[in-house]
């Protein structure tokens, strides 16, 4: 993908479409031609078109004035309450596949507004995210000899727009480019992404862009008391590791150090407490949350961002077999806690406890984790959106705005002290899976709280029903979304700016 900004009237443009797009409030448009403007202003006042047909795709006839000879009009409706631009990001998306269906890849869109650089750092991510196509499994004739020509933004504005709208649009371009690195690794089958290969991804993330990395790996990881983590993947083939990213710029804007914990299991066959097979076959994307973490690094590290952000992902496959970890298990996490394993299904809140140790050794002040926790909180708030655990009024205020700016929906739910108790066994000190079947995601929230590190600030992002799909919304297709990305760029700015 490439863009460009262009100041020149819109008939001048040299594309295979020019797109312009009507919000309520006004076209995203000015100028042209007398004719040009004709057809967008009557389209404009088109009110009734505009509530049965969203798109309206025409070739402009020579007279027009027009280099461009498609032009494709698209309504951006705010029906119902959505984050910030959403429907400009999925209007986008739209007018993007819309092109596709007619081979145009040389897309101009045309925005004269106050909000220029917003409205069209929205259009790109929503362009960007909506032609996503992973078709690296597909084999050959089939829909991989079909590769699109590589995608051209052009952004038509007026000529003191330029400058921000070009920054804007570098840093949004890295973002979402940074959201489908995630949403690949998501997507990608057990077999191909095994935990070492996930770790490898790690340590090339690094290498690009000279973060630090530092991986323990299989036997190692007894020696160096990840006991919880290591007993979770030592039934498979592929062995349990975990690692680390560090991104340390040399003047940092701000004092505070921010770890991001993923969880990152590569396939979850629910162990000997084994899943129904209607759902197993997804338990690929069980590793969302180190996709999420791995893809804000990238993002982090491309944009240079002026905070110290270091990532720590444990990473193994729950399997079934002679050596797998047995329910009845009694395992030490490395803060000395001991853990009755009720359930070996309830593994993404084990293996946590040892990035949260790491964490703590790394010396984090600030911490949160993206995991795909638990079918309780998919069920409650589906695809839309994740859960936000966190007793901290101003993590859950930054993270909640960060949320409505950039579409990555957050659902605040409590960490409810009242039921605290029923985490404790009559053999150690916690339970994995208390025997209350009702609140599972509280009950795993609070859980984790246990072996946060003192002094931490911590928040848990419950990301079950997000981070894969299984059927398109929005500018999403089936699959991984990389949810988490975006959040965590615009927290860290909001972090950033209450700091320093």
Known sequence: MSFEVLTVPPEQVEADALVVLHEEGGLLAAGGTEEFRAHLEAYARDVEARRTRREWFCT???????????????????????????????????????????????????????????????????????????????????????????????????????????????????????????????????????????????????????????????????????????????????????????HKPAQPAVPFHLCLAGKGMTFDSGGLSIKPSNVMHRMNCDMGGAAAVLGAMEAVARMELPVRVTAVVAAAHNAVDGAAYHPGSILQAKNGKTIYVENTDAEGRLILTDCFARAGEEGAEVLWDYATLTGSVAQALGPAMAGLFTEDEELRTVLLEASGNTGDGLWPLPLCREYEPLLKHHLADLNNRPPEVTAGGIHAANFLKAFVPEGVRWAHLDIAGAAALQKPRRYFSMGGTGFGVRLTVEAVRLLTQRMG
Not at 116 to 123: G, S, V, Y
Not at 152 to 177: G, S
């Open 60 to 246: 402009l006839s020579p007279a027009a004035g027009c280099r461009t000879r498609h032009l494709l009009l698209d309504s951006v409706r705010f029906s119902a309450p959505a984050p910030h631009d959403e429907p400009l990001k999925t209007a986008a998306a739209r007018c993007v596949a819309t092109c596709r269906q007619y081979s145009l890849s040389r897309i101009a869109f045309v925005v004269h507004h106050h909000l220029a650089a917003e409205k069209a750092a929205a259009i790109l991510e929503g362009a960007l995210l909506g032609d996503f196509r992973d078709v690296r499994f597909k084999g050959a004739g089939s829909a991989r000899d079909d590769d699109p020509a590589p995608l051209e933004l052009l952004f038509v504005t007026d000529a003191e727009q330029a400058a921000p709208m070009e920054k804007l649009l570098r840093e949004r371009e890295i973002v979402a480019e940074a959201q489908n690195y995630a949403r690949e690794l998501t997507n990608a089958p057990h077999h191909v992404l095994t935990p070492a290969v996930l770790a490898r991804e790690g340590e090339r993330l690094a290498a690009r862009h000279g973060m630090e990395y530092e991986k323990l790996e299989g036997p190692a990881l007894l020696e160096a008391g990840h006991e919880p983590l290591w007993n979770v993947g030592r039934g498979s083939e592929y062995p349990p590791c975990l690692f680390v990213l560090r």
